[in-house]
C-alpha cells in the first residue's frame, strides 16, 4: 500500500489488508463520500468495489444503467433505491442486485448516514448511460435527458475532492480508525 492524496491505495498487484479509515476516500457535497480499494498504480480490471456513505437527501450519482453487473449491500442506515422508476426503502442487510442493464440510483434517508458497500464487473467500464426518470428527479438524482459519455450529466455538479469524511465517529467502521 502507498499514501495518496485520497488515503492507502495499491502499489502493486498482489493482496493487502487495509482498514476502510485508512484506506482512499473521496467527498462530494452533493453525491456523499466514497471509498475506493484501488488507485491509480493498481486498479481492479474485473471487479470494482466501493463503501458509498449517504446522507440524508443525497443521492450518490445520477440514475443509470450499464453493461455490467451491479450489486449493493446496505450496510448501516437507510437508503430508497430507485430501481426501474420504482422507489423502494432499503435499510441495514439490505441486499440489491441489479442484472446488466438495470437502471437505478441510491438516495439516503432516515436519521443518519446510510453506508452502502457495491461492487460491479468491468467487463464494459464506461458503458453507463444516463436516462432522465421522473422519480429520480424529485430527488435530485437524474439527468434531464439521455447522456453519455459518463461525465457529460455531472458537469453542473461539484466535483469530486479527495479526504476521508469529517469523521468517522457516527460510521460503522470508526471504532477501529487509526
Given at each position: 500500500?502507498?499514501?495518496?492524496?485520497?488515503?492507502?491505495?495499491?502499489a502493486?498487484e498482489g493482496?493487502f489488508?487495509?482498514h476502510?479509515?485508512?484506506?482512499?476516500?473521496?467527498?462530494?457535497?452533493?453525491f456523499?463520500?466514497?471509498?475506493?480499494?484501488?488507485?491509480d498504480a493498481?486498479g481492479?480490471?474485473?471487479?470494482?468495489?466501493?463503501?458509498h456513505?449517504?446522507?440524508p437527501?443525497?443521492?450518490?450519482?445520477?440514475?443509470?444503467?450499464?453493461?455490467d453487473q451491479?450489486?449493493?449491500?446496505v450496510l448501516?442506515g437507510?437508503?430508497?433505491?430507485?430501481v426501474?422508476?420504482?422507489?423502494?426503502r432499503?435499510?441495514?442487510?439490505d441486499?440489491?442486485?441489479?442484472?446488466?442493464?438495470?437502471e437505478?440510483?441510491f438516495?439516503?434517508a432516515?436519521?443518519g448516514?446510510?453506508?452502502?458497500f457495491?461492487?460491479?464487473?468491468?467487463a464494459?467500464?464506461?458503458?453507463?448511460?444516463?436516462?432522465?426518470?421522473?422519480?429520480?428527479?424529485?430527488?435530485?438524482?437524474?439527468?434531464?435527458?439521455?447522456?453519455?459519455p459518463?461525465?457529460?450529466p455531472?458537469?453542473?455538479f461539484?466535483?469530486?475532492?479527495?479526504?476521508?469524511?469529517a469523521?468517522?465517529?457516527e460510521?460503522?467502521?470508526?471504532?477501529?480508525a487509526?
Amino acid at each position: 500500500m502507498e499514501r495518496s492524496e485520497y488515503g492507502l491505495t495499491a502499489a502493486t498487484e498482489g493482496w493487502f489488508v487495509v482498514h476502510v479509515s485508512d484506506a482512499a476516500w473521496m467527498t462530494n457535497d452533493y453525491f456523499g463520500e466514497a471509498c475506493v480499494f484501488e488507485g491509480d498504480a493498481v486498479g481492479f480490471p474485473d471487479v470494482g468495489y466501493t463503501i458509498h456513505v449517504l446522507r440524508p437527501g443525497q443521492p450518490n450519482g445520477l440514475y443509470h444503467h450499464e453493461r455490467d453487473q451491479e450489486d449493493f449491500l446496505v450496510l448501516a442506515g437507510e437508503c430508497i433505491a430507485i430501481v426501474e422508476g420504482v422507489e423502494r426503502r432499503m435499510r441495514s442487510w439490505d441486499f440489491l442486485h441489479c442484472p446488466p442493464g438495470t437502471e437505478h440510483i441510491f438516495v439516503g434517508a432516515g436519521e443518519g448516514p446510510c453506508v452502502i458497500f457495491m461492487a460491479g464487473g468491468r467487463a464494459h467500464r464506461g458503458s453507463a448511460v444516463y436516462t432522465p426518470s421522473e422519480v429520480a428527479l424529485r430527488y435530485g438524482a437524474s439527468a434531464e435527458s439521455d447522456s453519455t459519455p459518463a461525465d457529460r450529466p455531472y458537469m453542473p455538479f461539484p466535483q469530486w475532492e479527495p479526504g476521508p469524511p469529517a469523521s468517522f465517529d457516527e460510521l460503522p467502521f470508526g471504532l477501529g480508525a487509526s
